[in-house]
């Protein structure tokens, strides 16, 4: 961990932002995280974009968010690359049933799966996404590789759905998964 103003080492923890309506408690979890003391890094997939502004992440972090692959940082660095190197906790939220594929079969077509290629820390996914699409043999298929290659996977839970009514497939509440980056620090190695 990278040090802070004081002595006490500072948590580094990058966002992954996924395309799904649930993208806007990301928001909370940012301003909780850095509410905390962390340093927060958020990258946004091509269709979060369509949910949550660059802008609110900025804002709330101090940071740009990173948005593409060609992207780089007034320093002349693409912050893909130092964003992952220099993360402890790297979280994949919301992860939609396309994005759970992409990050199980290792794709880096967007922001968010580059990072996740190329992350060395410890590394939470929040699946998201409708009961039927979380029921489907592939989905679970993509949620057991990625556990097997030191994901954590933490939800879905059962709750309101955006299509009106309740069932398994909603996200975890912003609480659980600040709780679960700020466990990290006192945890090694992927999958502890």
Request: hydrophobic share 50%; net charge negative.
């Amino acid at each position: 961990m990278a040090a802070s103003s004081g002595s006490e080492p500072r948590l580094r923890v990058v966002l992954g932002v996924g395309g799904g309506i649930a993208a806007y408690k990301l928001a909370f979890v940012a301003s909780r995280l850095v509410q905390s003391g962390a340093s927060v890094r958020a990258a946004l997939s091509r269709d979060a974009q369509a949910f949550i502004g660059a802008a609110t992440f900025a804002g709330l972090t101090g940071q740009p968010a990173i948005l593409r692959s060609t992207q780089i940082d007034p320093d002349g660095h693409p912050p893909h690359i130092t964003a992952s190197r220099d993360a402890d906790v790297l979280v994949v939220a919301p992860a939609t049933a396309d994005l759970l594929a992409r990050l199980a079969f290792g794709c880096a077509d967007d922001a968010v799966t580059l990072l996740a290629c190329a992350c060395r820390c410890r590394r939470i996914v929040c699946p998201a996404m409708n009961d039927a699409m979380w029921a489907d043999p592939g989905v679970q298929r993509n949620v057991a590789t990625l556990r097997d290659l030191g994901w954590e996977v933490l939800g879905p839970e059962t709750g309101w759905l955006a299509e009106g009514y309740a069932a398994v497939g909603r996200m975890v509440e912003a609480e659980d998964i600040v709780a679960a980056v700020l466990g990290a620090a006192s945890t090694e190695g992927p999958g502890a």
